[in-house]
């Protein structure tokens, strides 16, 4: 692989301010494939807040214009990407240079596996992880649910009371989203000051929007929600502990949200959800009235 990108190109390290770079090259990615995107930089937030600045993320400029970007974090021994291409220079080799790059710049490091994801629509990104010998390893929908009229309102199981996130609630709050996505595909889990540090202390966070289901002095679930993303609400985290699965306090969560989000005027409530969801997450969601409105698909690579 050459050190330097295709002609007509130069590369530098990227930086935490490049935030909003990133996210317009990812919007006019998007609207090539899909026609449309509301992308904005809240979508990129947590990937970027945990990006490797150091030496693990890159801006490619053409004429002083950024035009793509590859970011990666790493955890537990394994590295995730996020590339994009601005579609003005597609096909000039950068997404192949990219991440042969990033794929390097893993084995120096001993990460065991390499992931990358792309949007569902975009042929090339698929052909070209092929080609580099990715396999398709998980989809993901952005679902959503529309606000033009009153939703439902929540009917809380008996025991069940809801409340709102207090600051003295933070390690329970965070205990119990690690044990309800314990088993997810993909969980790492997160220690509780770096979840603090970049999720509770991050700076476009709203307490106001972290709705808790309580259980007597005990937390049987949390619905960690944001503002001001995806165009409208969105559900950041839902996450109901073993112990209160599949007795309506997920269901609940969920219209409780969908209720303080319509009465702040929100026009529509979003979230992302593994499509192979073990828990039956995406079932839930359709029966509490969301669809899906588009498809995202991580590829990996086994290095060793």
């Known amino acids: 692989m050459s050190s330097s990108p295709p002609d007509g190109f130069r590369v530098r390290d990227a930086m935490r301010s490049d935030i909003e770079t990133a996210a317009t090259i990812v919007r006019a990615e998007e609207r090539s494939v899909r026609g449309h995107s509301i992308w904005d930089v809240n979508d990129i937030a947590d990937f970027w807040r945990l990006a490797n600045f150091e030496d693990g993320s890159w801006i490619v400029e053409q004429d002083g214009v950024p035009v793509a970007f590859l970011a990666c974090l790493e955890r537990s021994g394994e590295t995730h990407c996020w590339a994009s291409v601005h579609p003005d220079v597609e096909g000039r080799g950068l997404a192949t240079w990219l991440l042969e790059r990033a794929e390097s710049r893993a084995r120096d490091l001993g990460s065991r596996r390499l992931q990358a994801g792309t949007f569902a629509e975009n042929a090339a990104a698929h052909a070209l992880f092929e080609r580099l010998g990715y396999r398709d390893a998980r989809h993901f929908f952005r679902m959503r649910i529309d606000l033009d009229r009153e939703p439902e309102r929540p009917q809380w199981p008996t025991g069940i009371e809801s409340a709102t996130f207090r600051l003295e ?13 314990s088993e997810e595909w993909g969980f790492h889990a997160l220690p509780f000051d770096e979840w603090r540090r970049t999720r509770l202390e991050a700076p476009e966070t709203d ?6 289901a309580r259980a007597g002095d005990e937390i ?5 929600c944001e503002g001001a ?36 005027g929100e026009p529509h409530v979003g979230l992302g959800v593994d499509a192979a969801n073990p828990t039956g997450a995406t079932q839930l969601y359709e029966r509490a009235g969301m669809h899906v409105v588009n498809e995202d698909v991580v590829y990996e690579k086994e290095l060793r």
Do not use: N, P, T, Y
């Open 229 to 264: 993303r995806d165009g409208g609400g969105w559900i950041g985290a839902l996450g109901v502990r073993k112990a209160w699965r599949r007795r309506g306090v997920g269901l609940a969560l969920l219209r409780h949200a969908f209720h303080e989000f319509h009465r702040r």
């Open 207 to 212: 307490v106001s929007l972290w709705f808790i």
């Open 169 to 181: 609630d933070a390690r329970a709050v965070h205990e119990a989203l690690q044990e309800a996505f």
């Open 220 to 224: 049987a679930g949390v619905a960690r």
